[in-house]
């Protein structure tokens, strides 16, 4: 069964400290997405990647960093200048980037 | 950047009743898609809608595409409990390299 895996699904982060979410997919898309979302609110995007060793900036990428070095993965990092990092963190791919995007199941992130 | 806008914010609606959203858009798009959200999980893709097309439907779903008007609709038909989730439109710009997502409406069918 094709599709994206998130982990972990909950992830605490004490003061000072970076912490990285994971994100595959074996759908063998090119774009793999990472975006924010604050309680009853929609998503912003963080970052975007939409080939392999390639990525670019979003609309909230301070105090977040990522990588491509495989098709398949795109971990996304947590920096500790980050000062406001809790959120339900959504990553997703696509075949091309204004396709139809297919998301993972999450991964929540609250400070200790 | 803020580009779809869904109306309503929330909606709560009997079983079998329809429900219809709505979503405004700025710019030129090359296409317009809606998506689904259960609580507490990702999103998931209902349909997508090209720039020249006008209407779409797959199952219980129609969707409506007014260029004119930079907007659209989701209309559920017959809807049921299950539907309840959170529906988001994102618009991909004509001269964009991505998708971007309006805030959502809550969609509440009550039993």
């Known amino acids: 069964d094709g599709g994206i895996t998130q982990s972990p699904k909950y992830l605490f982060r004490k003061e000072g400290q970076n912490v990285t979410l994971s994100c595959e997919q074996n759908?063998?898309?090119?774009?793999m997405y990472w975006y924010r979302q604050d309680p009853g609110q929609g998503l912003r995007l963080i970052y975007y990647?939409?080939?392999?060793?390639?990525?670019q900036k979003g609309d909230i990428a301070e105090g977040y960093s990522v990588s491509r070095e495989k098709k398949e993965s795109f971990p996304l990092t947590v920096t500790s200048a980050q000062k406001n990092p809790t959120a339900f963190y959504l990553c997703?791919?696509?075949?091309?980037?204004?396709?139809?995007?297919?998301f993972g199941d999450g991964t929540r992130l609250s400070i200790l | 950047s803020q580009q779809g806008e869904e109306d309503p914010q929330a909606l709560s609606i009997q079983e079998g009743e329809n429900a219809t959203m709505n979503c405004s858009y700025k710019?030129?798009?090359?296409?317009l898609q809606w998506y689904r959200q259960n609580s507490g999980r990702g999103l998931v893709h209902l349909i997508l809608?090209?720039?020249?097309?006008r209407e779409k439907h797959s199952g219980r779903l129609r969707v409506t595409l007014d260029t004119s008007k930079k907007s659209s609709s989701l209309l559920i038909t017959a809807s049921r409990a299950a539907d309840t989730a959170s529906y988001f439109c994102a618009t991909g710009e004509t001269s964009g390299s991505r998708l971007t997502f309006g805030e959502g409406t809550q969609l509440t069918v009550n039993p």
């Open positions: 759908l063998n898309h090119d774009a």
């Open positions: 710019t030129s798009i090359n296409n």
């Open positions: 990647s939409q080939i392999v060793n390639d990525f």
């Open positions: 809608i090209r720039s020249n097309e």
């Open positions: 997703a791919s696509s075949i091309n980037v204004l396709g139809p995007q297919h």
